[in-house]
């Protein structure tokens, strides 16, 4: 987690010194710590060079290229003209799902780390966090922590948790995710064998899912793209729940919740809503196979599902760059095409000469580009590729975006 990979304990070290936390490697922290790191690491490498780092708070609406330059055109009608440009924006906001558009925000929570998504709820009343990954699992307990009594109900079609971390589940040779994997069945049947000849030793089958995270680029990348749907089809909802996993208190806590009744796990899809007065109606049907609804009563609806696919894209900046050409969404809905440097690919399949992209916006051509360690490299490379590239006195304008 550490945002130096020279300095693997950064992180650990700088939680003792900034907040007097005591941690080893294997604890688990809040991300709300992480993210306090992240920024001040970043705001003491830029006061290293004060006078070339700036900061600005504005819209990105546009971007254009041509032979010498880069610009970005902001929405006050102000351009900037740059060397290099790179985009970070992160992961895009989740889509709203059909029957939840025309909710007013007093009832429903776009985006579940809005700083008001959990505010002027009644603390008896009920809460629906749609979607029963990680992001679910921390607004659960973050209501929690802010004192509420009521029901929390997490709605998703399969009603699965993620697995949860183990702090000691030993290793396992990457050496057989070296092989070819054409289909996707292919990949599965070896992932089974290789689970089951771990358990055999005594290993943790956490330790199979790890050993595969250096070569799911490269296996995601040679798959076509009907390989790669069938993937998103069928394998994303275990492959996201295996990968992606919740630590072990958070889990115990979790349980317990849900153990008293005060956390409701929902199998199924919403299929309509009413609003009425102080209460949202909603009928979600239950994947039993059978043609069964429950109706629940809510006082808010939080949006928790994952990043909106790329018909869902809604930086403005994105859907501009596609509109010009100067990008293109790819085949199966992730976002946009890059190349091998994180370029923009053009419309005519040509790689941008110096907008790069980095973290989430890479996920169609990697698939794994969300977590620390993917970005902290990504980034390491880039900026390396990019000071080789131009002058040594050029300055940095940090973008903040809308």
């Not at 007093?106 to 749609?130: C, M, N, Q, T």
């Not at 998103?232 to 889990?251: D, M, Q």
């Not at 009928?283 to 808010?300: F, L, Q, S, Y």
């Not at 609806?301 to 790329?310: D, Q």
Request: proline share 4%; aromatic share 6%; net charge positive.
């Amino acid at each position: 987690m550490s945002m130096r990979s020279e300095v693997p304990d950064d992180f650990i070290r700088w939680l003792s010194k900034s907040k007097k936390v005591d941690v080893n490697a294997a604890d688990f922290v809040e991300r709300r710590l992480y993210g306090e790191y992240v920024e001040d690491t970043f705001m003491r490498v830029s006061a290293l060079s004060a006078n070339r780092v700036f900061f600005r708070r504005a819209c990105a609406t546009m971007l254009q290229e041509n032979s010498r330059f880069t610009s970005v055109l902001l929405d006050d009608g102000s351009v900037i003209e740059a060397s290099a440009i790179v985009l970070a924006t992160g992961s895009p906001s989740p889509a709203d799902p059909a029957c939840l558009a025309r909710f007013t925000e007093k009832h429903y929570a776009r985006f579940a780390w809005s700083k008001s998504a959990l505010d002027g709820i009644p603390e008896d009343g009920a809460v629906l966090l749609v979607g029963c990954g990680l992001t679910g699992v921390d607004q659960a307990l973050a209501l929690r922590a802010k004192g509420f009594r009521g029901t929390v109900l997490m709605a998703s079609r399969r009603g699965r948790l993620p697995a949860v971390q183990k702090g000691d589940c030993g290793t396992w040779s990457r050496s057989w995710a070296a092989m070819p994997f054409p289909r996707v069945s292919a990949l599965v049947a070896e992932v089974r064998r290789q689970i089951q000849l771990a358990e055999s030793e005594g290993i943790d089958w956490r330790a199979v899912i790890d050993s595969l995270r250096v070569d799911t680029p490269r296996i995601w990348m040679a798959w076509s793209d009907g390989e790669r749907r069938r993937f998103l089809r069928h394998v994303r909802p275990v492959w996201e729940t295996a990968r992606h996993r919740l630590p072990p208190k958070t889990f115990g806590i979790l349980m317990r919740l849900i153990h008293s009744g005060e956390v409701r796990i929902i199998a199924g899809r919403l299929l309509d809503v009413t609003e009425s007065g102080d209460d949202a109606r909603l009928r979600i049907k239950i994947a039993t196979g059978t043609d069964h609804t429950v109706e629940v009563v809510v006082d808010r609806v939080v949006n928790c599902t994952g990043p909106a696919m790329s018909s869902h894209a809604q930086e403005p900046i994105l859907l501009n760059a596609v509109r010009s050409g100067l990008a293109q969404f790819d085949h199966v809905g992730l976002g946009i095409c890059t190349d091998d440097l994180g370029r923009l690919i053009s419309a005519e399949g040509a790689p941008a000469r110096s907008i790069y992209t980095i973290g989430p916006l890479r996920k169609p051509q990697l698939w794994e580009s969300t977590a620390v360690q993917e970005i902290r490299d990504q980034a390491h490379a880039l900026a390396l590729r990019i000071l080789a590239e131009i002058a040594e006195d050029s300055q940095v304008v940090c973008l903040k975006t809308c």
